[in-house]
């Protein structure tokens, strides 16, 4: 099979050109490899479909060294603005005090000596003024200095001003020397010269090799503004002057640009043209709700919308300085790649002092499949380009985004944006960077909406020349040109549609897993999950890295770091991270933490977003107050602890659950891994998450001596915390029986773990909690050591328990204000008791030994040996 390896300077995940070309050359028939950058610091492999993609971290080293020095040169020179005479005169002066200073005293007088110092002490306040009156003028004449030479482009070189490009080059030549390829396709203009000089590196070992050239945009008409210039695009137009000649082939994005590239250059053969289009022949089925309800606008209110880039050079500045003109308007901006950019908030600022904030709506992108049927619902879409050289050949995507989803168009005036709508009639063309004439246009065709929806959806061959089809089809024909065969690239009976594929990492599935978790390790299980594993899954290896929070009980695990370092020393991290990804196949992030400390974040996406893309498996793991939703559980039993949402502890705890709950959703919904959760109460808090039961060690918790034999039975009660146990009312009324001698009552704090099994197996009675209404570890532990447990465990979470497989939960049910009567009821059928506590060891064996867990985290987690 030929392989192509195509080179972007980008991520290429917002790079919906790239993705559909990859695809287009893979539907023929070809292995397709597309080499990108990775922002996050180390390599990452994923699989697009038929498509391999890789990122590779660029170093920028040349860059910042040449940035650098042009700081230091810039301060080194210095330009001062010219000094006024009185500037002179006060310098004059200054320096007049500054020699006599200088010389000896001798016999100068003490009034001399001192009327001197105060003459200096004067010169000296007026030069520092002077001096700080001219430090502003200074950094202007800087400033100018810097924008006049931004501004000379006789002398621009690629090689002088572009040391990026160089950067680009050494991290990407070894990737593609590595590679096997037979056709090398750069897009965009950065990678020319990398292609050019690999093609050639091939070559001179006798292997065949060619490339290809494909200018996604008019470089001398690259739009200016800060930080780019002049000699910046001067310079981008000198290296694609330098080897677009030594291309095998030269692909772009409109005809007429196509003509120009070829008188400018004279080359040989008008490029081909691919163009930017989207795919027509496919359906999309929203996820999520169309622009007109992202708003929250009823169906008669106008809405129009822009959907891309946010750059002053897109215009949609003007647009906005139109809404004054337009008082019942709305204007939709789908901001690519966010809409937390600075120019979004320039927008959002340019409204406030129109007045017009409360009709802009600044949205997140969709995916680029689904954007046509996301836009479908406005009425109008917008393209307000200002006038740069590139703009005047531009035919975007977006241009038939808009049109694939039934809108009629209002256009700048650049020139092939005019004249396609023009004389396919379905909009009206307005004058680029002047709010009144767009407010005209907008108007116009906001009374003719109907016949321009009309004319666009009856027009069956308005679309069919501009549809990703035709030009997937044209860029195949290309490849069959420069691979010499017709049968070289088939043409495929379907296109992959791109939203039927997903970028999905290249899994580290070619060798034994290796799961690490962390950070928080609460009540051990962490470490309980691990040892499960790798009792059960023969052959995968674990990894428990704690966070020491000060807290009194520490529980084992395989690594350990202060509160401090996790929190403030990056190189703990970064050592921590590179260890983790060269070796883990598996990253289990417990409580919503991170675990590489804070460098990506302060919660598990970004920790979860990098591991995946280096192909790290990703799960979440859930404890209990992290998820727990307050007011939900308030809903559920009388004695919740969250019965007030003005208490600091449960205001806190809601707070955390509203903003932690809807990212750990999101993370479900998107398929980016499993999420379990420690109990079965937890479970509706997060849609599709799974039990994981927590684990304990029945070899070290094992059954103590008999129970209820002694006349005064001995009750513990060990909550982890008193305030979400319910343990202040228990501790009232087991006080009153310990006083009158029924029980001897032991309250339990801050024992270390490895003395806990004998202070259960002390117990005849353990008392586990009385609030939540679930069982966690503790109560495990007891059943595990057949001691009786009485603890208030909600009705669902029993049905849950027992449909596992295990029989009954053998807790015996009471509330804070019936444990007393329980506590009376064992002790008058001390039998009957005893049985239930011997259910209890039997029951845990069968769920809560790490076997079921083990089982639950292979499958889940695709685990092997």
Not at 374 to 391: K, R
Not at 552 to 574: C, H, I, N, P, Q
Request: hydrophobic share 40%.
């Amino acid at each position: 099979m030929t392989a192509i390896l195509m080179m972007v300077g980008n991520d290429i995940k917002h790079d919906t050109r790239v993705y559909k070309s990859a695809l287009a050359l893979a539907d023929g028939g070809l292995e397709v490899t597309v080499l990108g950058w990775s922002p996050s610091g180390y390599r990452e492999e994923t699989q697009f479909g038929p498509v391999r993609i890789i990122r590779v971290p660029v170093a920028w080293r040349l860059r910042d060294k040449a940035l650098a020095k042009r700081a230091a040169r810039r301060t080194k020179r210095r330009i001062p603005a010219p000094p006024t005479s009185r500037d002179k005169r006060i310098r004059a002066l200054h320096d007049g005090l500054r020699r006599a200073e200088a010389k000896e005293f001798g016999g100068r007088s003490l009034d001399a000596r001192v009327k001197l110092g105060r003459l200096g002490r004067i010169a000296q306040g007026k030069t520092d003024a002077v001096l700080a009156r001219l430090a502003p003028k200074e950094e202007q004449w800087r400033e100018a200095f810097a924008e006049w030479m931004g501004e000379q482009t006789r002398f621009a070189s690629w090689r002088r001003d572009l040391p990026e490009i160089d950067d680009f080059e050494l991290a990407y030549a070894p990737v593609i020397d590595a590679q096997e390829w037979e056709i090398l396709h750069a897009h965009d203009v950065h990678h020319v010269g990398t292609a050019a000089r690999a093609v050639h590196r091939r070559r001179a070992q006798g292997r065949p090799a060619k490339w290809v050239y494909d200018s996604h945009e008019y470089v001398e008409g690259l739009p200016i503004y800060p930080p780019r210039t002049k000699r910046f695009v001067a310079a981008y137009v000198d290296l694609e002057q330098e080897y677009i000649h030594r291309a095998d082939a030269v692909i772009t994005v409109t005809p007429d640009l196509a003509e120009h590239l070829r008188a400018q250059y004279q080359l040989p053969v008008t490029p081909t043209v691919v163009m930017n289009s989207p795919q027509l022949a496919t359906q999309v089925t929203l996820d999520r709700p169309d622009v007109r309800a992202t708003c929250g606008l009823a169906p008669d209110v106008p809405l129009v919308v822009y959907s891309g880039g946010v750059t002053p050079a897109r215009g949609i500045q003007t647009v906005v300085s139109a809404l004054p003109e337009l008082p019942e308007v709305h204007l939709a901006v789908v901001c690519v790649p966010h809409n937390k950019t600075r120019n979004v908030k320039a927008l959002r600022e340019q409204a406030e002092e129109l007045g017009v904030a409360d009709r802009l709506h600044l949205l997140d992108p969709v995916g680029p499949a689904q954007v046509s049927a996301f836009l479908a619902t406005a009425d109008i879409g917008v393209h307000p380009l200002v006038h740069f050289g590139g703009h005047e050949f531009s035919l975007p995507n977006k241009l038939f985004e808009y049109l694939h989803a039934g809108l009629p168009l209002v256009v700048s005036d650049c020139r092939a944006l005019a004249r396609f709508v023009r004389e396919n009639e379905v909009g009206a063309v307005f004058t680029a960077e002047d709010p009144a004439s767009c407010a005209a246009a907008l108007r116009d065709v906001l009374e003719r909406e109907a016949a321009l929806r009309e004319r666009i959806a009856g027009d069956s061959g308005l679309l069919e020349p501009y549809g990703w089809e035709r030009q997937a089809a044209s860029l195949r024909g290309l490849y069959r040109e420069l691979l010499g065969s017709p049968e070289s690239v088939a043409e495929p009976t379907v296109e992959t549609a791109l939203q039927d594929v997903h970028e999905e990492p290249a899994w580290r599935d070619d060798r034994p897993s290796v799961v690490g978790i962390g950070p928080a390790n609460m009540a051990g299980q962490a470490w309980a999950w691990a040892k499960a594993i790798e009792r059960n899954v023969p052959g995968v290896a674990t990894r428990v890295i704690t966070v020491d929070r000060g807290l009194a009980l520490t529980f084992e695990t395989d690594e350990t770091v202060d509160l401090a370092t996790y929190r403030r020393d990056k190189s703990w991290g970064e050592r921590l991270a590179a260890r983790a990804f060269a070796d883990w196949t598996h990253l289990l992030l417990e409580a919503g933490r991170p675990l590489f400390g804070i460098r990506h974040g302060r919660d598990f996406e970004g920790d979860a977003k990098l591991a995946r893309a280096l192909g790290l498996r990703v799960g979440l793991l859930m404890h209990g107050s992290e998820i727990r939703d307050p007011a939900r559980h308030a809903t559920t039993t009388p004695w919740s602890p969250f019965t007030d949402p003005t208490e600091e502890l449960t205001a806190r705890l809601q707070s955390q659950f509203d903003v932690l709950s809807v990212k750990i959703r999101a993370f479900a919904a998107d398929g980016l891994g499993p999420v379990f959760a420690s109990t079965p109460d937890l479970l509706p808090d997060v849609p599709g998450s799974i039990w994981l039961p927590v684990v304990v060690d029945t070899q070290r918790w094992r059954p103590g001596p008999l129970v209820l034999e002694r006349e005064r039975p001995v009750v513990v009660h060990a909550p982890s915390r008193a305030s979400l146990k319910g343990s202040m009312a228990v501790d009232a009324r087991m006080a009153r029986l310990h006083e009158e001698g029924v029980i001897e009552y032991r309250r339990l704090e801050n024992v270390p773990p490895a003395q806990m099994p004998q202070r259960i197996a002390e117990a005849d009675i353990v008392l586990d909690q009385f609030a939540i209404g679930t069982y966690g570890v503790l109560a495990c532990e007891a059943m595990a050591s057949q001691r009786v447990l009485i603890s208030h465990v909600s009705q669902p979470t029993r049905e849950f328990a027992g449909a596992a497989g295990a029989g009954e939960l053998p807790i015996l049910e009471a509330t804070p204000d019936t444990v007393g009567d329980v506590i009376a009821a064992v002790l008058a059928d001390r039998d009957a008791a005893r049985e239930r506590a011997a259910a209890g060891r039997r029951f845990v064996e069968a769920l809560h030994d790490g076997r079921r867990s083990a089982q639950v985290l292979a499958e889940h987690l695709h685990l092997h040996g």
